[in-house]
């Protein structure tokens, strides 16, 4: 698939396996995790000196490697931090804050480098938005990922259950979970990369008939079906219902009767109609036992009570990702059989971390990204579409899960939907080897 892949294209993007390698172990297993399963030893039978607040020598390595590759890489396109500032201002702020928060945490030495991990998101992000074509771009490092993790999955589900299958902590049933560490990370990559596949499929569907688009509209539905079995597998409830609401956008808004300018009012009307039915219909209750789960989502609802009891400061939270170390663990541990490690909502853990200064630069961010691409709506619909149906599918993935944090797929693709680089800029700052015209529609996806 990857040589098919390579030649839809008239040259090859190099530096695009950046970000394609960084989002392969992001979305799977970190290089310390996948080396025992290869066959090479590590001292001790673990991940090279593994704690909880230390992570990985080993990973933290390969990634601060990446990092500096891609710093490099952004440099030799002469990146203006001007246009940095300018058009993605609340970026700018979000990292500025966390670095700032390190000052107070209790943990300070983790606290950075964790902030050092996290900057890796803007750096695979911007090498990205900073080719002359970013849709081709975009859809070239997904393509790549999704042919080599979501194959993968399927073998190590079917003929690997040493290492694509688990047992539920709850329940102790059997679970799924493909090249990840547990069910629920193999729900969110179906639901990226389903979305992903679904709209080149929508971009495929608007080309002119040819061979080459049977071909790929072949490629497409394949990985869909793909993408669409490992959910079922999954058995992940959430990013089940994340991602019909992502393709339930994409398709809403390319009704001609749907305002693309006034789309905002639009969403706002439609929550304020769903509360006003949620507070006489109990809609959320009803929806989660349809899906089969319980109304108190495992026991979240009652760990957000205690997350949130626990004294913080309201306004600075207890420091950049530092919650979850030191007493706080122990006494939450001491409480929970199964050892939360997160408060199961980006909000909340938002929160905690960085209280509600952090939680209100946060809304910024994703009220600055909504606008973005509502105007993206205007000028470059598909991308547009995209950008918009992504944003909401993780808006409302993070109410049950922490996406908002650490190295995590969820958020690297929220820094790319959420940035912008202007197009005369992207031009001077592309690599030599990119075209300068946009290929076809859609590059194996989009070409």
């Not at 040493?162 to 709850?170: N, S």
């Not at 958020?411 to 290929?439: C, G, K, N, Q, V």
Request: charged content about 15%; overall charge positive.
């Amino acid at each position: 698939m990857l040589r098919w892949e390579a030649r839809l294209h008239q040259k090859n993007f190099g530096a695009l396996w950046l970000p394609t390698i960084w989002i392969f172990f992001v979305a799977s297993r970190f290089p310390g995790q996948w080396l025992p399963i290869l066959g090479v030893p590590l001292g001790g039978g673990g991940e090279a000196g593994t704690t909880s607040a230390d992570g990985s020598p080993l990973d933290a390595l390969f990634l601060l490697v990446l990092i500096v590759l891609g710093i490099n890489e952004l440099l030799r396109r002469r990146l203006d931090f001007n246009h940095l500032r300018t058009h993605s201002l609340w970026v700018v702020i979000f990292f500025g804050y966390c670095f700032l928060a390190i000052t107070w945490s209790d943990f300070p030495f983790v606290a950075f480098k964790r902030w050092i991990k996290i900057i890796g998101h803007p750096v695979m992000a911007l090498i990205i938005l900073t080719e002359r074509d970013r849709v081709v771009a975009l859809c070239r490092v997904l393509s790549r990922a999704g042919f080599m993790l979501l194959p993968l999955s399927v073998l190590f589900i079917k003929y690997y259950p040493q290492y694509g299958r688990g047992f539920d902590a709850w329940s102790g049933m059997a679970t799924n979970q493909g090249v990840c560490l547990n069910k629920n990370e193999l729900g969110y990559n179906c639901l990226i990369f389903c979305l992903f596949f679904v709209w080149n499929l929508l971009m495929l569907w608007k080309q002119p008939k040819s061979r080459r688009r049977t071909e790929q509209l072949a490629v497409v539905l394949g990985f869909i079906a793909m993408t669409a079995w490992l959910l079922r597998m999954a058995n992940s409830a959430t990013s089940l219902a994340c991602l019909s609401l992502g393709i339930g956008i994409m398709v809403v808004v390319a009704f001609r009767w749907i305002s693309k300018r006034h789309f905002g009012t639009i969403v706002i009307v439609t929550a304020i109609v769903v509360a006003i039915l949620e507070s006489s219909l109990d809609i959320y209750a009803s929806t989660l036992r349809m899906l089969g789960r319980d109304p108190n989502l495992t026991d979240r609802t009652e760990v957000w009570e205690d997350v949130l009891a626990y004294p913080i400061n309201p306004l600075l939270g207890a420091g950049f990702e530092s919650f979850w170390l030191g007493d706080r663990l122990k006494v939450l541990w001491e409480k929970w059989w199964w050892q939360p490690n997160q408060a199961h909502s980006g909000y909340i853990e938002t929160y905690i971390n960085l209280g509600f200064a952090g939680l209100a630069i946060l809304v910024g961010w994703i009220i600055s990204a909504f606008k973005k691409s509502q105007k993206e709506l205007l000028t470059d619909f598909d991308f547009g579409r995209f950008r918009m149906a992504f944003l909401f599918a993780m808006l409302f993935y993070n109410y049950t899960e922490a996406a908002f944090k650490g190295v995590h797929f969820m958020w690297t693709m929220f820094h790319i939907i959420s940035m912008d680089y202007p197009p005369r800029a992207r031009a001077l700052a592309a690599a030599p080897s990119a075209p300068p015209e946009r290929e076809a529609a859609s590059n194996a996806v989009r070409a």
